[in-house]
């Protein structure tokens, strides 16, 4: 009998002359970036920085594509859309200190939003190590320790040949469901060093399939078969899985009504008769969905956005599928089902049994309309014009990045994002300057169709930088910025709780001229002609800029 662990892949003649007889001039970082093309790997991002530089320098020699964003918070965002865009992980190239710490807001993104960012961080010397105060440039006390409550695992490579396991560790755990952002250190002298090791050729880092429990999923189907007034809510897991077409036979096969958190925007089917879209910021859809018998929810925690601030109390049975163990039932007792989304809702599908409901598609209706009614007394004609004149505007298939911003809020309830995973956004940790950096790593993943970023002024000052990094490599990415002359959201939060905003003002420049400094063309819209506009800028080549000045208001909050 012949067990798996005796099985020993065995070099062939030519492989093991080519290890035998590595090429000259390679350093640890070659072991870096070989690991990294081995593991599939073909683009990555960073920031240079002194102690990094061996892994810089091993880039001229690999196949791998790099794109160097301004500030590594920016190149965080990059990779982090890049992530949830291919579904694969994206590589991040940062040095010790302050340019690796600059990056933590980005990763504390991609571990909300459950982006497979991989960042690779140097270190200082390997004789700095260890918690002393020896001076070293950029020393910490523990780097690590930094990093060890944002992302999902840290691993530590203190000699050359410790890299590639290292590495290929992390890989696995960034793709393990729940997808996460993962922290690898390796010193300055450990890539800077010579190296005879191999040239590291394929790598295996097979991520485990978090796969339900069969007795689980059995009592759930029971108890959607045999629910009265099912409902579904379908959270950002349904996207990463890409379980979409899982959920729309589920949901049909039940006749459930659906709504989609705003991390699962697309997931199904915005005008589909059992569709209640995104309004979860409405006491209408909260009242609904308190009223469900069996309320199945699908890759989300219910979180405070998601839960309508904390104040949705299901009154039914509540079944929760989803990856990350932590959130199961964090929030409300549940049937929980520690699972890849995409797994059981396969499971589901395979047996529940059919139910026949007349009634489930007039109760959406009835919730819409008093949604619509709602929203249509409170004067918002200029925020939805704007938002249709972007939908109009936008091909279906394009990616979309939205900022914290006004209008992005307005977008998480009342956009039709018409295709699984093409409408992201920072509400994971709520960080501005998120929009269009993303937009330029969602463009470096796939660069023949056009991306939007949507920022306010305030957000894309964050980020103004990554215009050179926008031009430099010519990526097809338009930025919508909306001009209200301050923090707008905080403006109205102060002045609905003080009477007064404070320090929510800004002078900002004239983001038309700055963009054209820098090469890309630009132009100041109203929002009569914002439809217009926006899409031809869409359509050309290479990145623009629409500025429009406007002062957006939100609808009235319903959880107060």
């Not at 710490?101 to 700095?128: D, K, R």
């Not at 089917?269 to 018998?293: G, K, N």
């Not at 100041?524 to 406007?550: I, Y």
């Amino acid at each position: 009998m012949t067990h798996d662990h005796d099985l020993v892949l065995r070099p062939t003649e030519a492989q093991t002359a080519a290890a035998l007889n590595p090429p000259a001039g390679r350093n640890g970082g070659d072991l870096v970036v070989e690991t990294l093309a081995g593991l599939g790997a073909t683009t990555v991002f960073g920031l240079p920085g002194q102690h990094a530089l061996g892994m810089f320098d091993a880039l001229r020699r690999s196949s791998l594509s790099y794109v160097g964003l301004r500030v590594e918070n920016n190149a965080g965002f990059a990779a982090d859309a890049y992530g949830r865009i291919t579904g694969e992980v994206a590589p991040l190239l940062l040095s010790t200190g302050p340019g690796a710490l600059m990056a933590l807001a980005a990763l504390q993104e991609s571990a909300a939003a459950s982006a497979p960012v991989l960042a690779i961080g140097s270190q200082v010397p390997t004789a700095g190590l260890g918690g002393g105060r020896h001076g070293y440039l950029h020393e910490l006390r523990d780097q690590q320790a930094s990093f060890r409550d944002v992302v999902k695992s840290v691993h530590t490579a203190r000699t050359q040949s410790q890299i590639p396991s290292a590495i290929a560790a992390a890989w696995e755990s960034a793709l393990t469901a729940p997808h996460g952002p993962v922290w690898v250190e390796i010193p300055q002298d450990v890539l800077l060093a010579p190296t005879t090791l191999p040239v590291v050729t394929a790598m295996d880092a097979t991520p485990h399939e978090v796969v339900p429990r069969p007795e689980l999923t059995a009592v759930a189907a029971h108890l959607l078969s045999g629910a009265a007034r099912p409902a579904i809510i379908a959270g950002g897991g349904v996207v990463r899985s890409d379980a979409s077409g899982k959920l729309l036979a589920l949901a049909e096969k039940l006749n459930a009504p659906v709504v989609t958190t705003f991390g699962g925007k697309g997931a199904f089917p915005w005008e589909h008769p059992l569709s209640l879209q995104s309004w979860l910021e409405d006491r209408h859809t909260t009242d609904f969905l308190e009223s469900a018998d069996v309320l199945l929810v699908v890759g989300s925690g219910l979180g405070e956005l998601s839960s309508n601030y904390h104040t949705f109390a299901p009154r039914g049975r509540v079944i929760q599928i989803e990856a990350d163990a932590g959130k199961l039932e964090s929030n409300h007792p549940a049937l929980g089902i520690h699972a890849d989304a995409r797994l059981a809702l396969s499971a589901l599908l395979e047996t529940v049994e059919e139910r026949e409901d007349d009634t489930a598609a007039a109760s959406v209706r009835t919730v819409l309309d008093r949604v619509r009614a709602r929203i249509a007394a409170q004067e918002l004609t200029l925020e939805q014009q704007v938002l249709a004149s972007v939908r109009e505007a936008l091909p279906d298939d394009a990616p979309s990045f939205w900022d914290m911003t006004i209008l992005a809020y307005w977008a998480w309830s009342a956009f039709d994002a018409r295709h699984p995973n093409t409408m992201h956004s920072a509400q994971g940790a709520g960080g501005l300057g998120y929009g269009f950096p993303a937009a330029l790593g969602a463009a470096a993943a796939d660069p023949t169709r056009p991306v939007l970023a949507v920022s306010g002024d305030g957000g894309a000052m964050y980020s103004i930088a990554e215009l050179a990094t926008a031009r430099q490599y010519d990526l097809p990415v338009t930025w919508l910025i909306v001009d209200d002359g301050g923090y707008g959201i905080l403006r109205e939060y102060m002045q609905d709780t003080f009477g007064e905003a404070t320090a929510t003002e800004l002078s900002r420049p004239d983001f038309v001229a700055l963009a054209e400094s820098f090469g890309v063309p630009a132009v100041r819209t109203t929002p009569q002609s914002l439809a217009e506009d926006l899409a031809k800028s869409l359509t050309e080549p290479g990145p623009s800029v629409v500025v429009l000045p406007a002062v957006l208001r939100m609808f009235a909050p319903t959880h107060l």
